[in-house]
């Protein structure tokens, strides 16, 4: 058995990243109103300095004020209708070769957490681990996130998972996408470079990673 880390947007999940896609769920369900929206462009301007050119990355205040469990209960409803167009099917087809080979299945990814934890469910994945949105009295604010898995943090993440289940970093199994993922990639004994981007691609062709499939 082996430890098999997957990141989403982009590997498992073709098309708008998941966030884009909540985003919008919102919008058009009136649950972002004047309140979200300022918190959200607030939040940009006053963080800007801070995280530089990820500051979209981070910025999850669109949810601030808005109640946790609702936001589940939507989100656990719309993926469990929209998520099997959503996938990409020769990682898809991995996940399940991972799963039944009995390989400790983790899904990684910058998407936030409750999103991810849907997408588990739907997957039969027992882990996940996603961005982690501050919430206070049951109801999202607009800090920063706790937890943000992308870049080095998602390789740091992944460190611990190995510790966690006794996995050695050379015997992993890590799937991403992204130039961003490269810090996880070149952490795994076996990486994957699933529909790489351009500076991905260049990487992994670089290193001799797996690629699988082209965009």
Same mark, same amino acid.
């Given at each position: 058995m082996a430890l098999a880390i997957f990141d989403i947007d982009g590997t498992l999940v073709t098309g708008p990243t998941l966030e884009k896609r909540l985003f919008f769920l919102l919008f058009r369900g009136g649950w972002l109103q004047p309140a979200q929206l300022l918190a959200f462009a607030r939040f940009g301007a006053s963080h800007a300095t801070q995280f530089g050119r990820y500051t979209m990355k981070k910025n999850k205040a669109y949810l601030a004020g808005l109640a946790c469990a609702d936001v589940d209960a939507l989100v656990s409803s719309w993926v469990e209708r929209a998520s099997p167009g959503w996938w990409y099917p020769p990682a898809l087809a991995r996940l399940r070769q991972h799963q039944a080979a009995g390989d400790t299945v983790v899904l990684l990814s910058g998407?936030?957490?409750?999103?991810?934890? #849907? =997408? #588990?469910?739907? =997957?039969?994945?027992?882990? #996940?681990?996603?961005?982690?949105?501050?919430a206070q009295g049951g109801r999202f604010c607009a800090d920063p996130p706790r937890v943000h898995p992308f870049a080095e943090e998602k390789r740091e993440l992944a460190a611990r998972l190995c510790a966690e289940f006794g996995e050695t970093a050379d015997a992993m199994f890590a799937y991403g996408d992204s130039v961003h993922d490269l810090p996880l990639l070149r952490l795994a004994g076996h990486p994957v470079a699933v529909r790489p981007d351009a500076g991905l691609l260049a990487a992994a062709k670089a290193a001799g990673f797996e690629i699988l499939g082209r965009r």
């Amino acid at each position: 058995m082996a430890l098999a880390i997957f990141d989403i947007d982009g590997t498992l999940v073709t098309g708008p990243t998941l966030e884009k896609r909540l985003f919008f769920l919102l919008f058009r369900g009136g649950w972002l109103q004047p309140a979200q929206l300022l918190a959200f462009a607030r939040f940009g301007a006053s963080h800007a300095t801070q995280f530089g050119r990820y500051t979209m990355k981070k910025n999850k205040a669109y949810l601030a004020g808005l109640a946790c469990a609702d936001v589940d209960a939507l989100v656990s409803s719309w993926v469990e209708r929209a998520s099997p167009g959503w996938w990409y099917p020769p990682a898809l087809a991995r996940l399940r070769q991972h799963q039944a080979a009995g390989d400790t299945v983790v899904l990684l990814s910058g998407t936030p957490q409750f999103v991810v934890d #849907a =997408l #588990a469910r739907e =997957l039969g994945v027992k882990r #996940a681990t996603g961005t982690c949105c501050t919430a206070q009295g049951g109801r999202f604010c607009a800090d920063p996130p706790r937890v943000h898995p992308f870049a080095e943090e998602k390789r740091e993440l992944a460190a611990r998972l190995c510790a966690e289940f006794g996995e050695t970093a050379d015997a992993m199994f890590a799937y991403g996408d992204s130039v961003h993922d490269l810090p996880l990639l070149r952490l795994a004994g076996h990486p994957v470079a699933v529909r790489p981007d351009a500076g991905l691609l260049a990487a992994a062709k670089a290193a001799g990673f797996e690629i699988l499939g082209r965009r």
